[in-house]
């Protein structure tokens, strides 16, 4: 007969499996202007999160979107920071990981792919695989993410159903298996075939546009038959195009998709509303739910042990009133409860949870208990950066999270020299948050820090918060790299005295080998085979 406590505990191991297997947690990705802001949108309208959505048509006329908060991301129609939208969604948890829009933030996407369980990756219908798309695939490739095709912008002029998926296949190797295909080619959009066993079509749902997009396309759906005899020779050739689908063994296959091998599409306009609702269908019945994380030891971390979790996202000055710092984690294991005082393993020291909310945009919601798989934001974590690791009871410490390899480089220093005080704790803050890499060395001193970046809006987003947090005035100088390496102490000796090339060291004690364009690395790398220089995460060969 078992005992009290062991009944108790096996009560709330049913309970955490079953919280974890009604989660779904996953991230968009795309090359900016495919859609990415309009589907978060359009997704929260369907879960009835919001009642409008704030996209309208045309990008000059576009209202800013709901999960948009800075004024850089107002005033140009981007994403730069990450948030995050959890809603329920019939009998499951939704947790959208909003992600920044533009390829110069592809390093903050990278962060949010190691907090998610899945990726729905969006394809603008005319233009097909964009290298931003291509980028954060192989991330997600990498991480073991399935990956969920979204072809969007069906309502506007695009290359035919088929192309696309043949693009797919031909440049990432991933064989797409619609669930959905269009009825109309693009720039027609009429509705979705939706494809049975074998190709074969068992339903026509129809779209209805709605003034602007704004609300939920009302649908109708139709057999086989009807949807013949309503739509004649458009619906023939959907059918037509979904059995060369079923011929080509391009069918849907539940374990090839979560080995990564294949892909569910469907075809949308983020929008019209076009598509959204079987998006969510898809993620709730196919998406894979939490699973065990492996620790830095590898050991994997099951859903049903006590409490852990991992920074992925550090985020200042989202309330302007207050200049607080969010630390965004996602639940790996156990139940948060708000209050609940948790370890933080880098330091070692006690982390009281009293501030916990979630965070879509501007908006928050005090979280008092969160299961895996759920994001939670931490209010004023000056102690976390991304890739840290929470617990409670025995320790446990899960692998830091990559840098990406950065491209572009500038000195940043302070105009005035009696703001230089401010300009460190400003600097040390941006690096903590992963805003840019942070790299120093014996050389240049620390009162003119190296910044690398993977893309140059990130350093306007350096001195635009220097200047409105912190009140220091920067000059920013581009420095003439194009390249990074990962290099050792036994190399960088070598290395400092090549012309083209300046070794730093990054603050999480990295070191890195500059250099000045491709041409200099393959130089130095022929004449120098023995010398340390490795690639870095997404890096240029």
Known sequence: MSSPTASATSATAGRLAGEAARRRTFAVISHPDAGKSTLTEALALHAKVISEAGAIHGKAGRKSTVSDWMEMEKARGISVSSTA??????????????TPGHSDFSEDTYRVLTAVDAAVMLIDAAKGLEPQTLKLFQVARDRGIPVITVINKWDRPGQAPLELLDEIIERIGLTPTPLFLPVGIA????????????????????????????????????TPEQALEREGEVWITAVEESELLSAAGQDHDQELFLAGHTSPVIY????LNFGVRQLLDTLVELAPPPRGRKDVNGVPRETTAPFSAVIFKVQAGMDTAHRDRLAFMRIVSGEFERGMVVTHAQTGRPFATKYALTVFGRERTTVDTAYPGDVVGLVNATALAPGHTLFVDKKVEFPPIPSFAPEHFATLRAQTAGKYKQFRKAIDQLDSEGVVQVLRNDVRGDASPVLAAVGPMQFEVVTARMQSEFNVETQLDHLPYQLARRTDAESAEELNRQRGVEVFTRSDGVLLALFSDKWRLQ???????????????????
């Open 268 to 271: 949308a306009s983020a929008m």
């Open 187 to 222: 720039g027609d959009f009429r509705g979705l075939l939706r494809r049975g066993e074998e190709g074969a079509p068992t339903e026509y749902i129809h779209f209805t546009r709605t003034a602007g997009g704004a609300t939920i396309a009302p649908e109708e759906h139709y």
């Open 523 to 541: 130089y130095i790398s022929k004449e120098m085979p023995k010398l340390t220089l490795e690639l870095l995460v997404a890096g240029t060969e």
């Open 85 to 98: 939208l959890q809603f329920e969604y019939g009998d499951c948890v939704i947790n959208l990981v909003d």
